[in-house]
């Protein structure tokens, strides 16, 4: 019996390794891509956040932005899960001005200009959009009620909220 060249013996063992090398890596999963419009009593959801939490827990959580018009895009692994909406971010900043007690006397600035207020400024990462009060509900995928499937390819799917 002859043996096999050394080169063959390396491929034999390493090729088995190398072919599961993907599947390891969850470069195996199928994923879909759905968006749509978030509409809120038949009106669009002018900004926030999506969350997309998949049923199989071994699937990320996937967390989208909402734009201007309701619109939203999300790449997920195939199959089921919940979504929750946050859009409480965009709340309006609290005045600067804010009422003092009666009494209080604010000194005013040296040579007597007026004082300027300090610029308010968004914090990275805010979703672009306005604020419009929703359910609380909506904020948690446990208490939302959402539910979404995914299939391989592409398709479009409304979130209406009540």
Known sequence: MTKAPRAWRALA???P??????????????RGTLSGQVLYQG???????LTFRPDDSRDNTVTVPIDPDGHYEATLFVGDGSISVDNRELRPLPSIGAP???GVKVPPPEGGAKAAEPPRTTAPGRPAGAYLAIPERYYD???SGLRYTVKRGEETYTIELQ
């Open 13 to 15: 063992v390493w090729l």
């Open 17 to 30: 390794l190398l072919l599961a090398l993907p599947l390891a890596a969850g470069c195996g999963k199928e």
């Open 43 to 49: 009106k669009p959801l002018p900004g926030g956040r």
């Open 100 to 102: 003092r007690p009666p």
């Open 141 to 143: 995928v446990e208490s």
